[in-house]
């Protein structure tokens, strides 16, 4: 069975970082693309960031480009995000989603809010 | 970067009605067109893939279809469990998502 977990949310300051982690099994992680994709509160889906297979390919949204970093640790079967100088509307709850050209397994979130 | 426009961004329809949602894109993106279904406090759940093609274990009342860059979403036959909020995604260059469909039980 395909589980992903997501880890690492919580309350952060304004300008503060916080790291995500997204723990994978029941399928070769090293053979799928992987992406995260958050939803502020009462809000629709924002596709945040994107990386191929090999961590050779990154995509990021203008939203969060310059200020997140995605990345994955194949032998660990792990996801994760670097979240930098966040800002109030960087709160929402972030999915780990797999990605076989659609959004076929999603994890079920941790929720970053960002307030002082 | 490619725009999804859905619509409705909601709907009140009964329970045994067809339902159709529509998501226009802002370019070509051939058929990478899927659609999603979401249930408060749920993650998303994948329905349609490559604009048409039905995911494993959904019910065929759910369709979609394709014409130019216009893509629908069809619920032939509405169920009690099928009251939720719909997606679209574009999956052509990166990805980005419609604005949501609410379907709600009138």
């Known amino acids: 069975e395909v589980q992903l977990v997501e880890s690492g949310g919580g309350l952060v300051q304004p300008g503060g970082s916080l790291r995500l982690s997204c723990a994978a099994s029941?399928?070769?992680?090293?053979?799928?693309?992987m992406n995260w994709v958050r939803q502020a509160p009462g809000k629709g889906l924002e596709w945040v960031s994107y990386i191929s297979s090999s961590s050779g390919t990154r995509y990021y949204a203008d939203s969060v480009k310059g200020r997140f970093t995605i990345s994955r640790d194949n032998a660990k079967n792990s996801l994760y995000l670097q979240m930098n100088s966040l800002r109030d509307e960087d709160t929402a709850v972030y999915y780990c989603?797999?990605?076989?050209?659609?959004?076929?397994?999603w994890g079920q979130g941790t929720l970053v809010t960002v307030s002082s | 970067d490619i725009q999804m426009t859905q619509s409705p961004s909601s709907l009140s329809a009964s329970v045994g009605d067809r339902v159709t949602i529509t998501c226009r894109a802002s370019?070509?993106?051939?058929?990478?067109l899927n659609w999603y279904q979401q249930k408060p406090g749920e993650a998303p759940k994948l329905l349609i893939y490559?604009?048409?093609s039905l995911q494993s274990g959904v019910p065929s009342r759910f369709s979609g279809s394709v014409s130019g860059t216009d893509f629908t979403l069809t619920i032939s036959s509405l169920q009690p469990e099928d009251f939720a909020t719909y997606y679209c995604q574009q999956s052509y260059s990166s990805s980005s998502f419609g604005q949501g469909t609410k379907l709600e039980i009138k």
């Open positions: 989603v797999r990605e076989e050209t659609y959004f076929d397994y």
């Open positions: 370019q070509n993106i051939n058929t990478y």
């Open positions: 029941g399928f070769t992680f090293s053979s799928y693309a």
């Open positions: 490559s604009a048409s």
